[in-house]
């Protein structure tokens, strides 16, 4: 069955660090991948997308994330973390059209 | 491009009485999902429709829960009767499949149910 595994409930990290959330899928098949962000008090937004081709996708505000097939995994980057980038990430994997998504991993910001 | 238009964005219900959600998917899409997000359970999908026609209705919970897409721009999720364990954060989405056979979902900003 697929299935989708954020291991990282919440973390915290400095304005203007790294930053790397873990994701790992289970899939049969060439897996379609999705990254989205949700804003408190508001809906998903897709941050970025893999479905062929090269194994780093750039996204929106700055954020990349990588494929690596013999790892099932699809973590998400950011060089540099702005105050503004405080959320809930998701990480999804598409099976025949539905997603299915990850518990949610929420970021904190310190100044 | 509006978006994905969901209304109302707040609903408060006393238990027992009759709900309906409402979606307007962006204007192309051929699909449509509707999701329920809690602090529980994390979001689950309820159903979704491929142009629309329900295509799996298996994340409803029960009976109580009905869906129904009339025409490619309107969608309503009913709850009747609805029960305080239903409070929740509801989300509707659509997407497009494209040549390649890609897709990406846009969700709508969510209504958000209390129940009580």
């Known amino acids: 069955a697929q299935s989708v595994t954020q291991p990282d409930i919440h973390i915290t990290v400095s304005e203007g660090a790294s930053l790397e959330l873990r994701c790992n899928y289970s899939?049969?098949?060439?897996?379609?991948l999705f990254w989205y962000v949700q804003s408190p008090g508001q809906g998903l937004q897709l941050l970025l997308k893999y479905f062929s081709g090269d194994t780093l996708v750039q996204g929106i505000k700055g954020f990349e994330a990588e494929f690596k097939r013999s790892q099932s995994s699809f973590n998400l980057r950011k060089p540099s973390v702005h105050w503004s980038d405080a959320a809930e990430y998701f990480c999804a994997v598409g099976a025949r059209g539905k997603l299915i998504f990850g518990q949610g991993t929420e970021l904190s910001v310190k100044p | 491009d509006a978006g994905v238009i969901q209304s109302p964005r707040h609903e408060v219900t006393e238990m027992g009485q009759e709900v309906t959600l409402r979606c307007k998917p962006i204007?192309?899409?051929?699909?449509l999902f509707w999701y329920r997000q809690t602090m529980m359970r994390g979001l689950e999908l309820l159903i979704y429709f491929n142009n629309n026609v329900p295509i799996d209705d298996s994340g409803m919970p029960e009976d109580r829960f009905s869906a129904k897409m009339p025409n490619a721009s309107f969608s309503t999720l009913k709850i009747q009767p609805s029960e305080p364990r239903d409070s929740a954060v509801y989300f509707c989405a659509s997407s497009r499949r494209l040549e390649g056979g890609e897709y990406e979902q846009y969700f709508g900003p969510g209504t958000r149910l209390t129940v009580t």
């Open positions: 204007s192309g899409h051929n699909s």
């Open positions: 899939y049969g098949a060439t897996p379609y």
